[in-house]
């Protein structure tokens, strides 16, 4: 069975650009998050889709980031414009329940903005 | 709300000898517990988790954890470490809910 796979592994922009992140949970989780680790700092959550709605993003950081998830398969993450500060690694993650047990978390996907 | 401390940013350890990781964490609600490692190149896998029932913990790869609700602690050891230990190991606590918070995590780096 496939696990969590995320898309690119690593993306270099600059500043000003727009980069977009893919997450392709695993085939039957209903619930996918998005978590973010900035450098050195710890693992912050962002957001939570049940399906294809977002069930809560009060983690995100602010409006120049966009978390979709069409027809409630894969999701992406967009951000637009990109700043310094949105370097890190962005985590995607799938579960079948949201309440209870572990979270399935792909590779992560790096993210440098100069 | 919860809060998670991991104060070992890098533990170096030779191999064949026993580590400990420490995790302390602040909440004013039952949480569950968890320990993740991240090998390089690869995503985030649970090592444990402490849901409820006994306090010691045992995971995968000969790891273990004791939880100790009197000192708010879920340290991590193992008696006897391998060079493919090496990785970088996450606490993190959930209050039953799908928000994990995590630690800043612990670079394990064993040594021949």
């Known amino acids: 069975e496939a696990g969590v796979t995320q898309f690119p592994s690593h993306s270099v922009i600059e500043k000003g650009q727009t980069v977009t992140l893919r997450c392709d949970p695993i085939?039957?989780?209903?619930?996918l998050y998005w978590y973010r680790r900035v450098m050195g700092k710890e693992i912050k959550f962002l957001l939570h889709?049940?399906?294809?709605?977002?069930?809560?993003e009060s983690g995100m950081p602010n409006n120049r980031f966009l978390a979709e998830r069409t027809g409630g398969t894969y999701s992406t993450l967009k951000v637009q414009p990109a700043e310094l500060e949105d370097s890190g690694v962005y985590f995607c993650?799938?579960?079948?329940?949201?309440?209870?047990?572990?979270?399935?978390f792909g590779e992560g996907s790096r993210l440098t903005v100069l | 709300a919860q809060s998670v401390t991991q104060l070992d940013s890098q533990v170096p350890v030779f191999e064949e000898a026993p580590v400990e990781l420490r995790c302390n964490y602040s909440?004013?609600?039952?949480?569950?517990l968890f320990w993740y490692v991240q090998y390089p190149n690869q995503g985030l896998q649970l090592l444990l988790k402490y849901l409820s029932g006994s306090t010691l913990v045992k995971g995968i790869n000969g790891f273990e954890a004791e939880f100790n609700k009197s000192q708010t602690s879920f340290h991590l050891r193992k008696p006897s470490v391998h060079i493919s230990d090496t990785a970088e190991y996450f606490c993190?606590?959930?209050?039953?809910?799908?928000?994990?918070?995590f630690g800043t995590g612990t670079r394990l780096k064993v040594l021949a």
């Open positions: 993190a606590v959930s209050p039953g809910t799908y928000k994990y918070i």
């Open positions: 889709f049940v399906k294809e709605s977002k069930q809560d």
């Open positions: 085939s039957g989780h209903d619930n």
């Open positions: 909440s004013s609600v039952s949480v569950y």
């Open positions: 993650a799938s579960s079948q329940f949201a309440n209870t047990g572990e979270l399935f």
